[in-house]
């Protein structure tokens, strides 16, 4: 990842990029959501119920939408920076870590049970339990994403705040 030496933040292009894997992964969760969405409604019931896991109960895969919202938020912070741009998009992160989180740790406990099901849905449920899988390692990239930008980008934000003042005083110096 490419890091300007004298500011020690993300770059411009690095900061796009970052934005743009997290609309991608923000749009896959939504259209996993609405595929095990179709899955899970399409179950009869059994003998022994349908399978409705947590993360679905939850919506947690509709989450995605933060993401998507985060990566146009540093989408914006790049093309027009300012400080307080800068602070909306780390903010944003800071929420995509806290829902990538509990994210991850509903995925868990939804892969570590499993009620059984009536034979009728018990394909349904492994596909979808299969789902979350595919969807646990993109919540664990979201986090490590959101958290670069967020370190970055607060380091970038401090930078900024300790340069403006000896710039201000520069000039108070210089007119005398």
């Keep these: 990842m490419a890091v300007c030496a004298c500011c020690s933040k993300v770059s411009a292009a690095d900061s796009l990029v970052l934005a743009a894997i997290q609309i991608m992964i923000g749009t896959f969760c939504v259209f996993m959501w609405y595929l095990v969405l179709i899955l899970y409604m399409g179950q009869i019931k059994g003998v022994f119920g349908t399978y409705e896991p947590i993360t679905y109960k939850t919506g947690c895969f509709l989450w995605g939408i933060i993401f998507i919202i985060s990566g ?13 741009q800068l602070t909306c ?16 740790i509903l995925t868990v406990v939804e892969l570590s049970t499993f009620e059984s ?21 993109f919540y664990s990239l979201e986090v490590s994403i959101a958290f670069t930008y967020t370190i970055f980008g607060c380091v970038g934000l401090c930078r900024k705040k300790e340069d403006a003042p000896t710039a201000d005083t520069e000039e108070v110096e210089d007119a005398f």
């Design 89 to 104: 998009a780390m903010l944003m992160n800071i929420l995509c870590i806290i829902v990538a989180i509990i994210s991850v």
């Design 72 to 84: 146009i938020s540093i989408i914006r912070a790049t093309r027009h920076p300012s400080q307080r």
């Design 117 to 137: 099901v009536s034979y009728r849905n018990y394909g349904q449920a492994k596909l979808g339990r299969e789902i979350s899988r595919v969807l646990l390692s």
